[in-house]
């Protein structure tokens, strides 16, 4: 009898560490959603420098996440940097398999450890009833969502935010949990707790002719000059806000929490004004002040990173020592001040566009 040849077939997997086989099972779950639906969407983004070919198979979630993502679309030929492939497990029928109580073991924030490594990551938002898997190797994400229904705007607002910030933590960047405004040539990023003004801020901003890039989640770059990049084309306003805002702001009103608050596409209201990249040129810490104008003084880098790291930590699931140390590495390269806001918002736009004009 002749000697099985080497090409009879692939090797067992059956002792393949629990990171490489659960993404396998993942893997398996997709396949079987492209066979049975076929892919419903695919596209390009630009995200910070690098191109995600993005897929949906089925229905169900492209209709919800896809306008969040337009203003990052663009046509490409090449291969992609990262391949993000994303269904409904209720919608197609094939769902991954959810992780069982002992598979979320020592789970932190939303990363499952005992089935994440240098190489992969799982991350369960058991909340959303969502599952996000990376392999850093193939340069590949799997995104599941488990419940029926629509997605909250928590997550239609900044879908595939774990999963991103991943994915750009390999090239040295890192989602960050800020405003960012400024022109073409330079941004500023404005920090600081929940509640702080940074919205309104950046919102008004906007409309008193600066470009916008977020109000809430950007990205920011560990270089020599380090870079800001928008990632959502949502802007997010709380319910006691809306008396600084004209009335003619297309509106879509929303629950997050117990919190009323309101969205509206950037690029559809102020077309032009999302600015995609540019230099960060400071970081400015808003408080909200008594006084009729609004003036800077000159932050420490202590006071900075209080601003800026703790609440990114936070915001953006597992965003760990890699991205802490791409924080204080941007941190250490633009000044920081304090922003006493007076109450000429115009003002204050004009404050933070002499920073960015550097």
Request: with cysteine; proline share 8%; aromatic share 8%.
């Amino acid at each position: 009898m002749k000697p099985a040849s080497r090409s009879a077939g692939p090797f067992s997997t059956i002792l393949d560490p629990l990171p490489a086989a659960y993404f396998r099972e993942a893997c398996g779950s997709w396949d079987a959603a492209e066979a049975a639906h076929g892919i419903s969407v695919e596209t390009h983004l630009a995200v910070a420098g690098l191109v995600f070919r993005l897929r949906f198979a089925g229905p169900g979630a492209s209709e919800q996440l896809r306008p969040t993502l337009a203003h990052l679309e663009m046509d490409h030929r090449g291969a992609a940097d990262w391949t993000l492939d994303c269904w409904s497990g209720p919608a197609t029928g094939c769902p991954i398999p959810r992780p069982t109580p002992l598979m979320r073991s020592g789970i932190h924030q939303e990363c499952l450890p005992l089935f994440s490594d240098g190489r992969f990551s799982v991350f369960h938002q058991q909340w959303l009833g969502a599952l996000g898997l990376i392999d850093r190797q193939e340069r590949r994400i799997l995104a599941c969502y488990l419940e029926d229904g629509p997605l909250p705007m928590y997550e239609e607002a900044a879908p595939f935010r774990a999963l991103f910030n991943a994915a750009l933590n390999t090239a040295d960047r890192q989602i960050v949990h800020a405003a960012s405004v400024g022109v073409p040539g330079g941004t500023v990023l404005i920090a600081g707790a929940p509640r702080s003004g940074k919205s309104t801020l950046a919102v008004q901003s906007l409309i008193h002719g600066l470009h916008y890039q977020s109000d809430d989640l950007c990205v920011l770059s560990a270089e020599e000059a380090p870079r800001t990049w928008s990632l959502y084309g949502v802007a997010k306003l709380r319910d006691d806000s809306l008396g600084f805002f004209p009335s003619s702001l297309p509106l879509r009103a929303f629950t997050e929490g117990t919190e009323r608050k309101h969205s509206f596409q950037v690029d559809g209201a102020f077309p032009g004004h999302l600015l995609p990249e540019a230099p960060c040129k400071a970081l400015v810490i808003p408080r909200i002040s008594r006084q009729e104008a609004s003036r800077l003084r000159p932050a420490s880098g202590l006071e900075a990173m209080k601003a800026l790291v703790p609440w990114s930590v936070s915001e953006v699931p597992a965003a760990g020592q890699s991205g802490v140390r791409i924080m204080m590495h941007a941190l250490a390269r633009i000044p920081a001040y304090h922003l006493d806001l007076g109450h000429d918002a115009a003002q204050a736009a004009g404050l933070l566009e002499g920073l960015a004009r550097g």
